[in-house]
Nanobody, 120 residues
Framework: QVQLVESGGGSVQAGGSLRLSCGVS??????MGWYRQRPGEERERLAS???????MYADSVKGRFTISRDNAKNTLYLQMNSLQPEDTAMYYC????????????????WGQGTQVTVSS
């Protein structure tokens, strides 16, 4: 049974930083990603990281967010800098069983999400 648990969300002022974590039980070297969903909108892929450490980013977060993984700790991270009010959303991590570099595919597992709120 694969379980993903996000943490690290919270409230921050514009220009601030947060680091999200996603602990993975039943871990193996999944292809992993971070997503977010604003109310009334589709879930948006932000970044992904392959088992080889290769990464991909959405244009909306490139240069501000950094995805990383610590395989020894079974944990995925998202470092978020220069946060803006439009970054306010529920953030989710996702694991997929296969990938070509950072292009993930295969069976999908989701965490329950962690809320990030950025005030101006």
């Amino acid at each position: 049974q694969v379980q993903l648990v996000e943490s690290g969300g919270g409230s921050v002022q514009a220009g601030g930083s947060l680091r999200l974590s996603c602990g993975v039980s039943g871990y193996r070297r999944y292809c992993m990603g971070w997503y977010r969903q604003r109310p009334g909108e589709e879930r948006e892929r932000l970044a992904s990281i392959g088992s080889d450490g290769s990464t991909m980013y959405a244009d909306s977060v490139k240069g501000r967010f950094t995805i990383s993984r610590d395989n020894a700790k079974n944990t995925l991270y998202l470092q978020m800098n220069s946060l803006q009010p439009e970054d306010t959303a529920m953030y989710y991590c996702r694991a997929r069983t296969d990938g070509a570099g950072a292009a993930c595919y295969g069976v999908s597992y989701w965490g329950q999400g962690t809320q990030v709120t950025v005030s101006s």
